[in-house]
């Protein structure tokens, strides 16, 4: 089975932009998940997405946003970047139709920079 | 909340050395317990996980034990390869929660000298 493919890998932005990034979970997988990798945060949760319904969200402000579509592939979107919305993006995906506890398999990310 | 504490690095091992990182978490569930590691340039991989006390998870030569008396997770690994240098995470996921979330530590970043 192919993995959770991201796009775009790198982006390149400026404050006051908004950006849109893609993920495609690996086939039959249902929940989708995004988080934020930082050198000064580390890796923290922004929110995730099963059945096309947010089902958790992190502690972001309102301008990180996300859909997931019915084929299960999710976008985020950033509105109003900030410089400190540099990051690595980071989507995963699992089967999740427990819910918690289950192994969750990352995309190699996309890498935002805000000028 | 649901906590990871992963021992401060960096770390520096020479090839064939003995190694042990430290984890330890608190969870308001019954937790999964995970190990990710992330080479330059890429995302996370998993590298083993347990569901549930005392089960042991391994991989690739690594190995973690789920210890639910003293809450820890601790990664070890005989004989280190330069190949293993990358950065390693802790991570839960509660069982009982009706979500995916993850939950890491900081990581700690391992260098294997040849």
């Known amino acids: 089975k192919a993995g959770v493919t991201q796009t775009p890998r790198y982006l390149i932005k400026t404050r006051g932009q908004q950006v849109t990034l893609s993920c495609s979970p690996i086939s039959g997988h249902r929940s989708v998940s995004w988080y934020q990798q930082t050198p000064g945060q580390g890796l923290q949760f922004l929110f995730e997405?099963?059945?096309?319904?947010?089902?958790n969200k992190g502690n972001f402000p309102g301008r990180f946003s996300g859909r997931q579509f019915s084929n299960s592939r999710s976008e985020m979107n950033v509105s109003t970047l900030e410089l400190g919305d540099s990051a690595l993006y980071l989507c995963?995906?699992?089967?999740?139709?427990?819910?918690?506890?289950?192994?969750?398999?990352f995309g190699p990310g996309t890498r935002l920079l805000v000028l | 909340g649901d906590s990871v504490t992963q021992m401060e690095g960096p770390v520096t091992l020479s090839e064939e050395a003995f190694l042990t990182i430290n984890c330890t978490y608190t969870?308001?569930?019954?937790?999964?317990l995970f190990w990710y590691v992330q080479y330059p340039g890429e995302g996370l991989q998993l590298l083993l996980k347990?569901?549930?006390?005392?089960d042991k998870g391994s991989n690739k030569g690594f190995e973690a034990t789920y210890r639910k008396e003293t809450t820890s997770f601790h990664l070890e690994k005989g004989s280190v390869q330069v190949s293993d240098s990358a950065v390693y995470f802790c991570?839960?996921?509660?069982?009982?929660?009706?979500?995916?979330?993850?939950?890491f530590g900081k990581g700690i970043t391992l260098s294997v000298r040849p």
């Open positions: 969870a308001t569930g019954y937790p999964s």
């Open positions: 995963a995906s699992s089967l999740s139709a427990s819910g918690g506890g289950e192994t969750q398999y």
């Open positions: 991570a839960l996921s509660v069982r009982t929660g009706a979500n995916s979330k993850l939950t």
């Open positions: 347990a569901t549930k006390a005392d």
């Open positions: 997405y099963f059945s096309e319904t947010q089902r």
